[in-house]
């Protein structure tokens, strides 16, 4: 931050000009918004300071060396790069809060450019350490590309010119920025226009007043020539900046046109700016080959300046396949054309519409292995819902249910809304009804209503077989009022209220009160039962403190869970309207469980096109896989299209067809590798990506060696949003790929992650009251998605068909219950151990799966390839270790398959060793026992040592041990490993 606050007053400066009369100045501009105007020349530097001629007496203080200069009849001065900079007067009332433009005339030539090269010069503006907090500041780009930052104390915005201005000539330069849109000008032509929600400065932002010439006085110092500089406190027209360009012509309206065609809605998707155009009313009429297809109208209220600022879409009549002559038509009130605007576009034949628009896994069969619901409405007018395992019950008192797991209450009260006014006046709610609008096997739905003095209450209830329930509640005022607080709160039972999941899998242990931002996924239990929560917008969220909207507070018998919809004064005059979804856990039974499944990943990593001629004893790899046990291969080799299921007919799919037909001979599936939060460029859909990606586009750029490596080709890949077009085409593509190239199912990655999202085109954000976009999560539509390629499998390859799921950072556990195994341990300490660094509770509770009811195995190459060290870690949890990395890891886990299937381990019940009805325990430190029970008497224990020294082992019965075992006397166990132990029944000794 600089030292020039307070500088001279301005009679004393006034007195340094002479000829210029100050007073003159101030009268020459009044309501023009000119908030700063300086002329440069060498009476400048005879006094070191410049006038303000804007009138506002931002009189500026001259700094250091500055030499004169001229260019015909302009002057101007030097900017030597060392210690020259103008400070301005009265600086600080120069930061700026909505439309602002810069205008300035300036020089620099090649020579001066090189000086500059290795620092980023600050031209003008607020020179904050952080880019959030500048307001607004012009620089250069090592010396030749003049960028623009705005601020806004949370998120900023940059803009560069793509031109190299070192080439010693006089340029004329306007940034004009109007919220939330920005242009550029050089000598009078656009050179850039962009628009973003983070264009938006914030006065309060920006904690350093304005310079000019450089960061601070002594370092990246400006060098060129400045001969005048205009700051604006609004959006000047496109004649003001042609004014200031010294551009003698006629101007005549222009228009830039982003078009784009969509093949979704067989319409044009299109933003138009139409510069120079008479400010008024009208209308715009779109004609396609002189044929209007749509219209809408404007208002004066919607220019920028002179610009008028207009998108949507329009549907398109039958056009046939070539090029069609596209008018953007402009016409005032009393219907004179003002501007019309022409373009080309082309129309090529639909590929495949069926992959935008279809129903594929949309049923309302209840798959297994749920069950049917039941619904029944009580005597005293409560309903009650069974789904599997769970029961939910809806109180006459609004907003009041509860859940029960496995006939374990979660909940130690029910559930409650709760309303203080301003006053600390608590809102009385009286319930109204409370009925059951749809009862069927796949589906329920509730209606409840309620009143109070200042609302009408209403709350939809809509419950999936999978017992998601969705919430849609409604609040509207009866008169205007202001409220308080406003939150919903949960009284979970403290025995269940263990762990707190905020979504990612890192989780805290509830010990103290616990504060959260809004949280799109979340869930509060721990590794048997739990509640799971997701809403994926926070409109209508008005909290006193952003990182306290859902908190977790721990009391005697009970863990209050509060949502907190308001938390400041807010004054409701219009209904608000919140959803979100409620499931109680577990949410399915296991079915196939991994063990059963024994999906493994082929050696070497991407190798399946050398399944049939490679040799592993004596036979073909493919053979030799079978012949061990495997049942299912995720085949981790992708399209050169980067992420799909195969596609048919291309030349991968022709690749592997011999060796999918030989796999099914063999009885093994083959789920092909599908990266579905990534959407590459090289896509045939790309031409559609504005129907499938984040906005803002964000490119994933650590899949560079990934893509290469798996694809064979270089391309680029962006963050994909999990939208109903989206669904439509994964589930497009997944059929044709087992149709035709007879697929069993899926291998997804990173799908159940949820990211904020402000695409407008596919439905995702909101516009707030600031009149800002915020962007909304897809959480809802990751779980159809997942319900969708579940059910699509499932009606394809019955229990044969799997959806393979790798969740490496996600705790989304309604999407999750939809995958038939998991690939769990990516946020694993790498050569460590794991007792050291991740305590077994919270082992169970992140990877295990215990809580959803969808089986997982344990990815292992993130504890460094150790497999022997990854099953001694998982078989204690009756996980399996995906074979994966090494060529021999099969050959470690097919003995285990055998002497499970061997033992009947499915028919056998496995009792953990953290279980209090454990029979049996290891007398030595860091060991642990798990067993299975077989109904004929037998057991398998699996005892792992999972310190870091050998173990001589002393087995122990538990006061539990009912039936008793012969027992070994000693187990010798290297460390990290485990062994696999049959015991017979003592009687039969």
Same mark, same amino acid.
């Given at each position: 931050?600089?030292?020039?606050?307070?500088?001279?007053?301005?009679?004393?400066?006034?007195?340094?000009?002479?000829?210029?009369?100050?007073?003159?100045?101030?009268?020459?501009?009044?309501?023009?918004?000119?908030?700063?105007?300086?002329?440069?020349?060498?009476?400048?530097?005879?006094?070191q300071a410049v006038a303000d001629l804007s009138g506002n007496a931002?009189?500026?203080?001259?700094?250091?060396?500055?030499?004169?200069?001229?260019?015909?009849?302009?002057?101007?001065?030097?900017?030597?790069?060392?210690?020259?900079?103008?400070?301005?007067?009265?600086?600080?009332?120069?930061?700026?809060?909505?439309?602002?433009?810069?205008?300035?005339?300036?020089?620099?030539?090649?020579?001066?450019?090189?000086?500059?090269?290795?620092?980023?010069?600050?031209?003008?503006?607020?020179?904050?350490?952080?880019?959030?907090?500048?307001?607004?500041?012009?620089?250069?780009?090592?010396?030749?590309?003049?960028?623009?930052?705005?601020?806004?104390?949370?998120?900023?915005?940059?803009?560069?010119?793509?031109?190299?201005?070192?080439?010693?000539?006089?340029?004329?330069?306007?940034?004009?920025?109007?919220?939330?849109?920005?242009?550029?000008?050089?000598?009078?032509?656009?050179?850039?226009?962009?628009?973003?929600?983070?264009?938006?400065?914030?006065?309060?932002?920006?904690?350093?007043?304005?310079?000019?010439?450089?960061?601070s006085p002594g370092n990246d110092h400006f060098q060129g020539e400045?001969?005048? +500089?205009?700051?604006?406190?609004?959006?000047?027209?496109?004649?003001?900046?042609?004014?200031?360009?010294?551009?003698?012509? #006629?101007?005549?309206?222009?228009?830039?046109?982003?078009?784009?065609?969509?093949?979704?809605?067989?319409?044009?998707?299109?933003?138009?700016?139409?510069?120079?155009?008479?400010?008024?009313?009208?209308?715009?009429?779109?004609?396609?080959?002189?044929?209007?297809?749509?219209?809408?109208?404007?208002?004066?209220?919607?220019?920028?300046?002179?610009?008028?600022?207009?998108?949507?879409?329009?549907?398109?009549?039958?056009?046939?396949?070539?090029?069609?002559?596209?008018?953007?038509?402009? #016409?005032?009130?009393?219907?004179?054309?003002?501007?019309?605007?022409?373009?080309?576009?082309?129309?090529?034949?639909?590929?495949?519409?069926?992959?935008?628009?279809?129903?594929?896994?949309?049923?309302?069969?209840?798959?297994?292995?749920?069950?049917?619901?039941?619904?029944?409405?009580?005597?005293?007018?409560?309903?009650?819902?069974?789904?599997?395992?769970?029961?939910?019950?809806?109180?006459?008192?609004?907003?009041?249910?509860?859940?029960?797991?496995?006939?374990?209450?979660?909940?130690?009260?029910?559930?409650?809304?709760?309303?203080?006014?301003?006053?600390?006046?608590?809102?009385?709610?009286?319930?109204?009804?409370?009925?059951?609008?749809?009862?069927?096997?796949?589906?329920?739905?509730?209606?409840?209503?309620?009143?109070?003095?200042?609302?009408?209450?209403?709350?939809?209830?809509?419950?999936?077989?999978?017992?998601?329930?969705?919430?849609?509640?409604?609040?509207?005022?009866?008169?205007?009022?202001?409220? #308080?607080?406003?939150?919903?709160?949960?009284?979970?039972?403290?025995?269940?209220?263990?762990?707190?999941?905020?979504?990612?899998?890192?989780?805290?242990?509830?010990?103290?009160?616990?504060?959260?931002?809004?949280?799109?996924?979340?869930?509060?239990?721990?590794?048997?039962?739990?509640?799971?929560?997701?809403?994926?917008?926070?409109?209508?969220?008005?909290?006193?403190?952003h990182n306290r909207v859902m908190s977790i507070e721990p009391q005697?018998?009970?863990?209050?869970?509060?949502?907190?919809?308001?938390?400041?004064?807010?004054?409701?005059?219009?209904?608000?309207?919140?959803?979100?979804?409620?499931?109680?856990?577990?949410?399915?039974?296991?079915?196939?469980?991994?063990?059963?499944?024994?999906?493994?990943?082929?050696?070497?990593?991407?190798?399946?096109?050398?399944?049939?001629?490679?040799?592993?004893?004596?036979?073909?790899?493919?053979?030799?896989?079978?012949? +061990?046990?495997?049942?299912?291969?995720?085949?981790?080799?992708?399209?050169?299209?980067?992420?799909?299921?195969?596609?048919?007919?291309?030349?991968?799919?022709?690749?592997?067809?011999?060796?999918?037909?030989?796999?099914?001979?063999?009885?093994?599936?083959?789920?092909?590798?599908?990266?579905?939060?990534?959407?590459?460029?090289?896509?045939?859909?790309?031409?559609?990506?504005?129907?499938?990606?984040?906005?803002?586009? #964000?490119?994933?750029?650590?899949?560079?060696?990934?893509?290469?490596?798996?694809?064979?080709?270089?391309?680029?890949?962006?963050?994909?949003?999990?939208?109903?077009?989206?669904?439509?085409?994964?589930?497009?593509?997944?059929?044709?790929?087992?149709?035709?190239?007879?697929?069993?199912?899926?291998?997804?990655?990173?799908?159940?992650?949820?990211?904020?999202?402000?695409?407008?085109?596919?439905?995702?954000?909101?516009?707030?009251?600031?009149?800002?976009?915020?962007?909304?999560?897809?959480?809802?539509?990751?779980?159809?998605?997942?319900?969708?390629?579940?059910?699509?499998?499932?009606?394809?390859?019955?229990?044969?068909?799997?959806?393979?799921?790798?969740?490496?950072?996600?705790?989304?556990?309604?999407?999750?219950?939809?995958?038939?195994?998991?690939?769990?341990?990516?946020?694993?300490?790498?050569?460590?151990?794991?007792?050291?660094?991740?305590?077994?509770?919270?082992?169970?509770?992140?990877?295990?799966?215990?809580?959803?009811?969808?089986?997982?195995?344990?990815?292992?190459?993130?504890?460094?390839?150790?497999?022997?060290?990854?099953?001694?870690?998982?078989?204690?949890?009756?996980?399996?270790?995906?074979?994966?990395?090494?060529?021999?890891?099969?050959?470690?886990?097919?003995?285990?398959?055998?002497?499970?299937?061997?033992?009947?381990?499915?028919?056998?019940?496995?009792?953990?060793?953290?279980?209090?009805?454990?029979?049996?325990?290891?007398?030595?430190?860091?060991?642990?026992?798990?067993?299975?029970?077989?109904?004929?008497?037998?057991?398998?224990?699996?005892?792992?040592?999972?310190?870091?020294?050998?173990?001589?082992?002393?087995?122990?019965?538990?006061?539990?041990?009912?039936?008793?075992?012969?027992?070994?006397?000693? +187990?010798?166990?290297?460390?990290?490993?485990?062994?696999?132990?049959? +015991?017979?029944?003592?009687?039969?000794?």
């Open positions: 931050m600089f030292l020039y606050r307070t500088l001279l007053p301005v009679w004393g400066l006034c007195a340094l000009f002479t000829g210029i009369n100050i007073c003159a100045a101030e009268s020459m501009i009044s309501s023009d918004k000119l908030m700063l105007h300086y002329r440069f020349s060498t009476e400048n530097i005879n006094h931002h009189h500026g203080k001259m700094l250091g060396d500055f030499q004169a200069c001229a260019d015909g009849t302009n002057q101007g001065v030097i900017f030597n790069g060392k210690n020259t900079a103008v400070i301005p007067g009265r600086a600080a009332d120069l930061r700026l809060n909505g439309a602002f433009s810069v205008a300035l005339q300036l020089r620099i030539t090649p020579q001066q450019a090189e000086a500059m090269r290795n620092g980023s010069p600050l031209l003008f503006g607020t020179p904050d350490t952080r880019s959030i907090l500048r307001n607004y500041t012009l620089f250069f780009d090592y010396g030749r590309r003049l960028e623009l930052d705005v601020g806004n104390g949370i998120d900023n915005y940059n803009a560069f010119t793509t031109l190299d201005l070192a080439d010693g000539k006089l340029h004329n330069i306007v940034y004009v920025v109007a919220p939330p849109m920005a242009w550029i000008y050089i000598d009078g032509k656009c050179v850039k226009q962009t628009a973003g929600a983070s264009i938006q400065p914030t006065a309060a932002a920006g904690s350093a007043d304005p310079i000019i010439g450089c960061w400045l001969y005048e +500089l205009r700051l604006y406190n609004r959006a000047l027209s496109f004649r003001e900046v042609i004014n200031f360009s010294g551009i003698s012509q #006629k101007i005549e309206p222009e228009a830039d046109l982003n078009m784009q065609y969509s093949a979704v809605r067989n319409a044009l998707d299109w933003d138009i700016y139409a510069r120079n155009i008479e400010e008024c009313d009208g209308t715009l009429t779109l004609e396609v080959q002189n044929n209007a297809v749509w219209q809408c109208s404007f208002r004066k209220s919607q220019f920028i300046g002179e610009r008028l600022s207009l998108s949507g879409f329009s549907s398109l009549p039958e056009l046939p396949v070539g090029k069609h002559e596209i008018s953007f038509v402009f #016409k005032n009130s009393d219907n004179r054309e003002l501007f019309r605007y022409k373009s080309i576009f082309n129309v090529t034949a639909l590929e495949e519409p069926e992959r935008f628009h279809n129903t594929i896994g949309i049923s309302n069969e209840v798959l297994p292995p749920w069950t049917p619901m039941y619904c029944q409405q009580n005597s005293d007018g409560s309903i009650r819902v069974e789904v599997w395992n769970r029961t939910y019950h809806f109180h006459r008192e609004f907003m009041a249910f509860d859940f029960i797991s496995g006939n374990e209450s979660l909940m130690y009260a029910p559930g409650k809304l709760d309303i203080v006014l301003s006053g600390n006046k608590k809102e009385n709610i009286r319930p109204g009804s409370l009925e059951v609008i749809k009862s069927e096997a796949h589906q329920t739905i509730i209606r409840q209503t309620a009143l109070s003095e200042s609302f009408r209450f209403e709350v939809i209830h809509c419950i999936d077989y999978d017992g998601f329930d969705r919430i849609n509640l409604k609040i509207m005022p009866r008169r205007k009022v202001a409220v #308080k607080q406003m939150f919903f709160q949960l009284p979970v039972t403290q025995r269940r209220a263990v762990h707190s999941v905020p979504g990612l899998l890192k989780h805290e242990r509830i010990s103290g009160v616990l504060n959260y931002p809004f949280t799109p996924v979340y869930y509060l239990g721990d590794e048997y039962k739990g509640l799971h929560f997701i809403a994926d917008s926070d409109e209508h969220y008005y909290p006193y403190d005697d018998k009970q863990v209050l869970w509060k949502l907190r919809f308001i938390d400041a004064d807010f004054e409701f005059d219009q209904p608000v309207k919140y959803e979100f979804a409620l499931q109680a856990a577990p949410v399915r039974p296991v079915g196939l469980d991994a063990w059963e499944r024994r999906v493994v990943v082929m050696a070497p990593y991407c190798g399946e096109l050398e399944l049939l001629s490679m040799r592993r004893n004596g036979v073909s790899a493919i053979e030799d896989y079978a012949r +061990l046990g495997a049942r299912a291969f995720a085949v981790m080799r992708v399209e050169k299209p980067f992420a799909y299921p195969t596609i048919p007919d291309s030349d991968y799919a022709k690749q592997m067809r011999p060796i999918t037909q030989r796999a099914h001979e063999l009885g093994i599936s083959m789920y092909p590798y599908t990266v579905s939060f990534v959407f590459s460029e090289l896509a045939p859909e790309w031409n559609e990506r504005e129907l499938y990606l984040l906005y803002p586009r #964000k490119s994933y750029t650590d899949c560079g060696d990934t893509l290469e490596r798996e694809c064979g080709v270089k391309q680029d890949a962006h963050h994909v949003c999990n939208n109903i077009y989206y669904q439509n085409l994964m589930l497009y593509r997944l059929q044709n790929a087992m149709l035709y190239e007879q697929t069993d199912g899926v291998y997804l990655d990173g799908t159940t992650s949820t990211r904020r999202c402000e695409n407008s085109r596919h439905g995702c954000g909101y516009l707030r009251a600031d009149g800002k976009y915020q962007g909304t999560y897809c959480g809802f539509a990751t779980r159809d998605m997942l319900r969708r390629l579940y059910t699509l499998v499932w009606q394809m390859r019955g229990e044969k068909g799997g959806v393979d799921l790798h969740m490496s950072d996600a705790y989304h556990i309604s999407a999750a219950a939809y995958a038939t195994t998991r690939w769990m341990g990516e946020g694993l300490p790498k050569n460590e151990l794991i007792t050291q660094s991740l305590p077994l509770e919270d082992y169970r509770l992140l990877y295990t799966g215990r809580n959803i009811g969808s089986p997982a195995d344990l990815l292992t190459y993130t504890m460094g390839q150790k497999f022997r060290t990854s099953l001694a870690l998982s078989l204690l949890h009756n996980m399996p270790a995906r074979p994966h990395g090494g060529m021999n890891d099969i050959d470690l886990i097919a003995p285990i398959w055998q002497i499970r299937d061997n033992f009947g381990c499915s028919r056998a019940e496995f009792t953990a060793y953290w279980e209090k009805h454990a029979p049996l325990k290891a007398a030595e430190k860091n060991v642990y026992v798990s067993i299975h029970r077989h109904p004929d008497g037998r057991a398998l224990a699996t005892v792992a040592n999972l310190s870091a020294d050998v173990k001589q082992v002393h087995l122990q019965y538990t006061p539990e041990a009912e039936p008793r075992w012969k027992l070994p006397e000693v +187990l010798e166990i290297p460390a990290q490993d485990f062994r696999l132990v049959e +015991l017979t029944p003592a009687e039969k000794e």
